[in-house]
């Protein structure tokens, strides 16, 4: 069993930064991506930026530019730059493998005056 934990969410004004983590722990096997993905009410789930098993970054257009993920052994993290009041959402953490999916249980960023 794999669990994702995810931390740094929170409250912060318009053009504000955040940086949200995210470690896995558990029985890791195999070649394996790490994605943010972010679900606004109302909205579906949609993906933000992605790393894929051989390093390389994708990003959403719509953060692109503004957001930069990083990963680093099994920790993975998301600096949030120039937030807009649209970034507001609960970020989930997601570890693919060739056979499943984890997901961490969400933190919140609000981006709010």
């Known amino acids: 069993q794999v669990q994702l934990v995810e931390s740094g969410g929170g409250l912060v004004q318009p053009g504000g930064s955040l940086r949200l983590s995210c470690t896995a722990s558990?029985?890791?096997?195999?070649?394996?991506?790490m994605a943010w993905h972010r679900q606004a009410p109302g909205k579906q789930r949609e993906l933000v930026a992605r790393?894929?098993?051989?390093?390389s970054p994708m990003y959403a257009l719509s953060v692109k530019g503004r957001f930069t993920i990083s990963k680093d052994k099994n920790t993975l993290d998301l600096q949030m730059n120039s937030l807009k009041s649209e970034d507001t959402a609960v970020y989930y953490c997601?570890?693919?493998?060739?056979?499943?999916?984890?997901w961490g249980q969400g933190t919140q960023v609000t981006v709010s005056s």
């Open positions: 558990g029985d890791i096997s195999g070649p394996y991506s």
């Open positions: 997601l570890l693919s493998t060739f056979s499943a999916a984890y």
């Open positions: 790393v894929s098993s051989e390093g």
